[in-house]
């Protein structure tokens, strides 16, 4: 399974942005169990898990980005999207998905960067 995000881009701050990751050559029946997660990390910092929705449509975030960011997905399209509203510098970083495991091979990211 290839992990392909998208969607990133160069804004300011309170401006939005919605990334999209398409889980090619996945097994539809297969994706629709996973419980998938948009990870981001930032230079020189970890990476982290902002955002899970797992495969009966239950999200959970990382609390810098409760009532900001909304995760979520499309099983027929393969797809896990991460809407981002009013974004702040602090959420510049390159964006991953993946399953909350991590189980699957981390793609390229997309890059996401807030100006002030």
């Known amino acids: 399974v290839q992990l392909q995000a998208s969607g990133g881009g160069l804004v300011q701050a309170g401006e939005s942005l919605r990334l999209s990751c398409v889980a090619q050559r996945s097994i539809l029946s297969v994706f629709s169990t996973y419980n998938m997660g948009w990870y981001r990390q930032a230079p020189g910092k970890q990476r982290e898990l902002v955002a899970s929705?797992?495969?009966?449509?239950?999200?959970t975030y990382t609390d810098s980005v409760e009532g900001r960011f909304t995760i979520s997905r499309v099983n027929g399209k393969k797809t896990t999207y991460l809407q981002m509203n009013s974004l702040k510098p602090e959420d510049t970083a390159v964006y991953y998905c993946n399953t909350v495991t991590r189980a699957l091979s981390w793609g390229q990211g997309t890059q996401v960067t807030v100006s002030s």
């Open positions: 929705i797992s495969s009966g449509g239950t999200t």
